[in-house]
């Protein structure tokens, strides 16, 4: 059994700053991707960042040059650092990650007040 959990989520003026933590425990051997999706009210989930194994990242345009995506794979954690926050990033943050399938979590909130 493998297990997500996110923290690191809260309400947040515009402009500040976040970091988002995801800690997976289980039975987790080789980690390929790991990544970073977000759901809006009303909206479909969408990417926000991934990191592979072997370090290269890649990120939404949209969040691109704020958001940066860092993993530690001796403590199986993955980590999303957010600047900048602006009234379009407010959504449920979910991590996942690939092994032999994709693992999700239970999701962590952002709100940004203006």
């Known amino acids: 059994q493998v297990q997500l959990v996110e923290s690191g989520g809260g309400l947040v003026q515009a402009g500040g700053s976040l970091r988002l933590s995801c800690a997976a425990s289980g039975f987790i051997n080789n980690i390929n991707n790991m990544g970073w999706y977000r759901q809006a009210p009303g909206k479909q989930r969408e990417l926000v960042a991934i990191?592979?194994?072997?370090?290269?990242?890649n990120y939404a345009e949209s969040v691109k040059g704020r958001f940066t995506i860092s993993r530690d794979n001796a403590r199986n954690t993955l980590y999303l650092q957010i600047h900048d926050l602006t009234p379009e990033d407010p959504a449920i943050y979910y991590c996942t990650i690939q092994i032999r399938m994709t693992y999700w979590g239970k999701g962590t909130l952002v709100t940004v007040s203006s």
């Open positions: 990191v592979a194994s072997g370090g290269s990242t």
